[in-house]
């Protein structure tokens, strides 16, 4: 299995244990270094649900960095410290069971659990360890017509969030997919819906010319080579953008290159046409 985790992050990321640019390969494809640096300062400031800065991070003590992530502002400091609660008392349960599988099972949640803390303490890298902690305690609580009749119910409410994304939209404005949704149709449910975006604006950097889609994050219509607007504003932030290893023949690849005084005036340009496209009607 390590073998496997390794490989895939190789094959995906360019590192063996991505986001960590430790053994470094000097993989082609893999990240630029300054924009692993700045993905690792956004993790941070992520971990802390962007309430403080990164300056402001770099100056808590230990003891500010536990006691700030556990009573952030809004529902994720809840999320956060029934993490904690969940981990003791799952401690404290396996301990009480003195089951070998059980125990096995505890050691390697407070394995995962410890490296999430470390790396990016976001309460979307141990949502799973609530359902393992639940269905270990209660499996043999829960009968199978109760268990159906939750998944039941459980069903019809993710299909209906699904269906109707201003539910989302109204009760979690911090989903950001939602915004992306489109309102359910009666035909979808014997023809599936097929969602087309053909508009995009050419623009160029140095020698590479590249297309954004129109007030829209993604690109899967727009004509190649494509860029989403958030890896620009990346690429614009660390100083560096990708380029053409040959002007002529965009197969043979690109590489990456610091942004000079022109190529930098350009990209504050193509940002500030993005930015303005958004409050255009």
Request: hydrophobic share 45%; with cysteine.
């Amino acid at each position: 299995m390590a073998l496997l985790f390794f490989a895939k992050n190789i094959w995906t990321f360019g590192y063996p244990v991505f986001p960590i640019a430790a053994g470094d390969l000097n993989i082609l494809w893999k990240p630029n270094p300054e924009i692993l640096r700045n993905s690792s300062k956004f993790a941070l400031q992520k971990t802390y649900d962007m309430q403080y800065s990164y300056e402001e991070i770099r100056q808590f003590s230990p003891f500010d960095y536990i006691k700030n992530w556990l009573f952030l502002e809004g529902i994720k400091s809840k999320i956060n410290i029934l993490f904690i609660v969940s981990l003791l008392g799952f401690i404290i349960f396996s301990c009480i069971k003195k089951n070998r599988i059980l125990h096995l099972i505890c050691i390697s949640i407070l394995v995962k659990s410890i490296l999430v803390l470390l790396f990016s303490a976001q309460y979307r890298f141990f949502t799973d360890v609530f359902f393992v902690i639940f269905f270990i305690i209660f499996r043999n609580h829960v009968s199978r017509q109760k268990a159906i009749a939750a998944f039941s119910v459980l069903s019809v409410i993710f299909i209906g969030a699904m269906a109707l994304p201003h539910i989302l939209r109204t009760w979690l404005p911090s989903f950001r997919p939602g915004n992306f949704m489109g309102t359910f149709e009666a035909e979808q449910l014997y023809r599936p819906s097929a969602y087309k975006y053909h508009e995009y604006t050419p623009y160029q950097i140095g020698n590479l010319r590249f297309n954004v889609s129109k007030k829209y994050p993604y690109n899967f219509d727009t004509e190649l080579p494509a860029i989403s607007e958030g890896y620009i504003f990346d690429d614009v932030k660390a100083g560096i953008f990708p380029q053409l290893k040959d002007p002529k023949k965009i197969k043979n690849g690109f590489i990456w290159k610091k942004l000079d005084a022109e190529e930098k005036r350009a990209a504050d340009q193509i940002i500030h046409s993005i930015n303005r496209s958004y409050k255009q009607n």
